[in-house]
């Protein structure tokens, strides 16, 4: 379905932040590893986090549910043999169970979404798994991939950080399950340092030890570890949210975001810092960000690699800045649903945008005047571009058109219902 989103240039009201898909992927992770049972409160909803449930459900894990939170019995070190795993379009739940098949004994990944992830590369996470003996079978690293393994085994691993942080995440959650002791050195550099910090707090949480180096690069596991069944709290989710809080940048606004925790891990949550940058009128107390938006901004200058999820909201608010605005060390957006940089870019240029691109770099001629709008754009099956493109649209002159926007629902699926709460003019059509 698409999304019409006509310009709307004032948003008011008050929504809770959607739970954290990335926190809610890992504490279902952890507790499907753990013997015995874990209770999850406040889980998320979406693409991703389901495609999780389904997997471990798969893998043997007993998965009970209720409006507020989510009780498992994790099956441990010993997952169900299962012939095929369907992750749908959600690459970090891939990757992380792609090292957790290795403890089975022939698994597929099957490819349901070839235009999507199946165009995504898994090379390195590959190589990683068979330098500990697993045997793969794979498209030039996409989807399907055949994992044959059983009896991982644990020790000396490289694996390269360069184009994801997942890779290295998905061995970190494997490695304490084997009988040896790991050391994991990561190659070329590490993408995203702030979302591993995510994966050893929850894995920390989980009671196991993994001795990191300083810079991330280092890791000393010890093996024949156990995964606590433990209770979690999922926090509110910040790469969600600054779509949200850039639409009430850039219109006029009173908007409040309950359940964004000011001392969260979550890199995104530097989104609030850049709007303040920007000069948008807002407070961050008690877990509350309130916006009082008059859509006025300033050009800002960000290292994007320190918030990877937030970058196109901010960018699609510096679409509005005066001035010049530049994210930079941002190449790893063009390993996700979509080349983010590219792709993304070549839509908001359709809808009157002055941007240009660099290979790692995101380049924002601002236009306080606003942009032209009135065209169908292309989402590209891609949940933050959809986002993105729809904060556009509210300062747009004229109506945008985003093809297949229900493809939001992947990380936050009553994204357009929380506009709507806010008064934004956005409607559904076939």
């Not at 898909?21 to 504490?27: C, V």
């Not at 995101?362 to 009135?374: A, D, L, T, Y």
Request: glycine share 8%; with cysteine.
């Amino acid at each position: 379905m698409d999304v019409i989103v006509t310009p709307t240039p004032t948003l008011q009201g008050e929504i809770q932040a959607l739970s954290s898909k990335n926190y809610t992927t890992r504490y279902l992770l952890v507790a499907a590893l753990a013997d015995g049972t874990s209770t999850i409160y406040y889980p998320a909803h979406s693409e991703d986090s389901d495609a999780m449930r389904r997997c471990i459900r798969d893998l043997g894990a007993i998965v009970e549910e209720d409006d507020e939170k989510i009780v498992i019995t994790g099956f441990g070190k010993t997952p169900k043999a299962v012939d095929q795993l369907d992750v749908g379009n959600a690459g970090a739940v891939l990757r992380f169970l792609m090292a957790i098949a290795s403890l089975c004994p022939d698994v597929t990944f099957i490819n349901r979404y070839p235009d999507s992830l199946g165009k995504r590369p898994h090379n390195d996470l590959i190589e990683a798994l068979g330098q500990m003996g697993v045997k793969i079978e794979h498209n030039e690293g996409k989807l399907p991939i055949r994992i044959q393994g059983g009896a991982p085994k644990g020790g000396k691993i490289q694996v390269s950080g360069n184009v994801s942080s997942q890779f290295l995440s998905a061995l970190l959650f494997l490695t304490p399950l084997l009988p040896e002791d790991s050391e994991i050195e990561v190659l070329h550099d590490l993408k995203s340092k702030v979302v591993v910090g995510q994966t050893l707090e929850v894995l920390e949480q989980a009671g196991i030890v993994i001795h990191a180096s300083e810079d991330l690069m280092h890791y000393r596991v010890p093996g024949n570890q156990k995964y606590e069944a433990k209770k979690y709290v999922v926090q509110g989710d910040y790469p969600g949210s600054a779509a949200i809080l850039a639409a009430a940048a850039v219109t006029n606004s009173d908007v409040i975001v309950h359940r964004l925790a000011e001392n969260s891990k979550q890199g995104e949550r530097a989104v609030v810092d850049v709007l303040r940058m920007m000069e948008v009128p807002l407070t961050h107390e008690n877990g509350i960000v309130h916006v009082k938006g008059n859509g006025k901004l300033k050009a800002v200058e960000f290292d994007g690699d320190k918030a990877t999820d937030a970058v196109l909201a901010m960018v699609a608010a510096a679409v509005f800045a005066e001035g010049t605005s530049r994210f930079y060390d941002v190449e790893n957006l063009r390993y996700k649903e979509c080349d983010r940089i590219t792709d993304y870019l070549n839509e908001l240029r359709k809808a009157g945008a002055n941007v240009e691109e660099r290979q790692a770099e995101i380049i924002v001629h601002g236009r306080p005047e606003g942009v032209e709008g009135g065209v169908e754009i292309n989402a590209h099956y891609d949940h933050r571009v959809i986002m993105a493109l729809t904060v556009v649209g509210l300062r747009a002159k004229n109506p945008i058109r985003i093809r297949d926007a229900h493809h939001v629902a992947k990380s936050y699926p009553i994204y357009f219902d929380h506009l709507k709460a806010l008064g934004a003019n956005v409607e559904w059509v076939e």
